[in-house]
């Protein structure tokens, strides 16, 4: 039993380790291209038709709900937000919430660092609806999202968790598109990155390893 145990976590873990490098390989491939000008034509479409519907007659509510969806998916919301699942967790679920903890940590940091090996600048196709101070590549709010959704999807595994986890990313990364502040290459590199954190902090998933 305990032979076996350690040679499903060592298998569950290079499978883990091997997601996250393909994300990360994934994402340099992004990156590259887009310095090389090949993503311009995407990427300048597609915020090119944000900003043509912003402008539109409904363009003011649409905006009005994108940086409500990007405040909540910012710093300071993901923060409340796991305040409040891990407090509630703590009690019944104090595994699970430790889990999340250090899941958030990690990819927060992950991203900090990508950011910083890249220092793309922020696009300046469209004013910017939202204040931004770092850099623009891979997109936190889109990375962070993924990375906190999910989570809360694989704690609790059900399909309307899974389906409310896909919706609030999605929207919150396309917010970022609309606000002007992040090309959707950057928001699709964070997706990437997110996700395969995700599959490597799942390997040591406690409501998988049967811990709570």
Request: hydrophobic share 55%; net charge positive; with cysteine.
């Amino acid at each position: 039993m305990g032979v076996r145990s350690i040679s499903d976590r060592r298998k569950a873990m290079a499978k883990g380790a091997g997601a996250l490098a393909l994300a990360l390989f994934c994402v340099l491939g992004i990156a590259l291209v887009q310095r090389q000008g090949l993503l311009d034509a995407m990427n300048h479409g597609l915020m090119g038709m944000a900003g043509r519907a912003r402008d539109s007659a409904i363009g003011g509510s649409v905006t009005w709900l994108m940086q409500g969806a990007s405040a909540v998916g910012g710093t300071a919301g993901r923060l409340v937000l796991l305040t409040a699942c891990c407090a509630m967790l703590w009690g019944r679920r104090r595994r699970c919430a430790l889990w999340l903890l250090s899941v958030m940590a990690g990819g927060t940091l992950l991203n900090l660092a990508l950011k910083q090996i890249f220092a793309a600048p922020r696009p300046d196709l469209l004013p910017h609806l939202d204040m931004v101070n770092s850099y623009s590549f891979p997109s936190g709010h889109a990375a962070g999202n993924m990375i906190f959704f999910g989570a809360l999807a694989l704690l609790f595994g059900r399909r309307a968790g899974y389906a409310g986890a896909g919706l609030a990313i999605a929207l919150i990364g396309v917010s970022r598109v609309w606000l002007g502040v992040h090309w959707p290459s950057d928001v699709l590199a964070g997706w990437i990155e997110g996700l395969g954190w995700l599959a490597l902090c799942a390997v040591w998933l406690p409501a998988r390893r049967g811990q709570d």
